[in-house]
């Protein structure tokens, strides 16, 4: 496969699922382009004094059924790109979920390993006051991305409040809960993973209480996904984070990991268990493999020896499309990314409401809107991957498509 960068390959999953459902010609040109790509150049004064100018992208791609919505990465290889890829994405992640938002994507290149606590205060200040006039509650929601978190959301929201004059919480989600942010917003993505997997079980006639799950990564998602499949009952049997993996037929206590890592600074090394590599733990038997860690992790070199039958995307784009066509053949379910890892930017969704409102909702009310959320979006998702027997990727993807098109057409666009 020659090399692609990622807009060309979210336009060629597109154009693939254009054919698929028949798409009208002129929404699908509309859907090709971004509305609009955003690019800022920062001046930043670093701590030795001198200035260097950082350049930063916002891309908002379709706003259809609502404002746009989408994190901002801080990398050193972030691309224009990449960036109007990841917007697209988020469009169809948001329209899989039913939210009443559209796709966008920020992100600035730099390096934030490399920079102090104020220098990266002071390129944040400064890429929000750049992109001000085009974000907003009712224009475009940012969020948390690679490398920014919620003390980055609070210096968005304290920045674009001080250009408007007033406090305005609801600008950015992932929020510090003190100013704004949601309970819940924490675990909601491990937890969607969870609600997903659930819900394909039934489908598949996977017995939970039997069942075994590996899961690649043990960060935010990872750790979560483990915690309530767990929870609902699963063992698992293997776990992994940057320096390797882990695995045990016996089963792992999550907590008992977890408490190993925190002291440890990794999972490698857990007494009673396998130590392999990261590579090893994605081929070891269970029913339910869960990448959460990185983009890649599947592909045609790995793909014909998971034997796992059922894959839920923690992680964003952690399967290959050549991969993808492997386990389809094989039979293996792979829940994809914009559905099973889309808890997180429902939250993010909830949080928004809530900022709305100036009504804050307790942690069981927000996991009980979730569950319900995304029972309905799995549902939707399941029976167009049924009809139209494709990967449930495309099915997701034609989901999402139909509600924007739907959309489109009623506001006269084409
Ligand atoms: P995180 O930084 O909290 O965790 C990442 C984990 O992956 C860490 O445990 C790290 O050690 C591990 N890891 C890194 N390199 C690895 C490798 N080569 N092999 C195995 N493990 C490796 O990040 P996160 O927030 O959990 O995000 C993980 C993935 O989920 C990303 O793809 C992210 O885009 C996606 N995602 C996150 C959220 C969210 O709400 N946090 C929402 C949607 C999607």
Redo the contacts with the bound molecule.
Sequence with gaps: MPERNPYQMALEQLDKCAKIMNLDPNIHEILKYPKRVLCVNVPVRMDNGKIKVFTGFRSQHNDALGPFKGGIRYHPNVTMEEVMALSIWMTWKCAVAGLPYGGAKGGVICNPKEMSVGEIERLSRGYFHAISSIVGPDIDIPAGD?NTSGREMAWFMDEYSKVKGYNVPGTVTGKPIIIGGSEGRVE??GMGVAITGREAAKKLGIELKKATVVV???????YYSAYFMEKLGCKIVGV???RGGIYSKKGLSVEHVSKFKEKTGSVVGYPDAEDMT?EQLLEQECDILIP????NQITEKNADKIKARLILE???GPTTPEADEILFKRGIVVVP?VLA?SG?VSTSYFEWVQNLQNYYWSKEEVIEKLDKLLVKAFNNVYETYKKYGTEMRMAAYICAINRVAEAMKVRGWV
């Design positions: 690679v909601a993505t690649q990564g043990f960060g935010n998602v990872g992994s984070d940057s990261n959460a860690a990185l983009e923690g992680a964003n990314d890892n997180g």
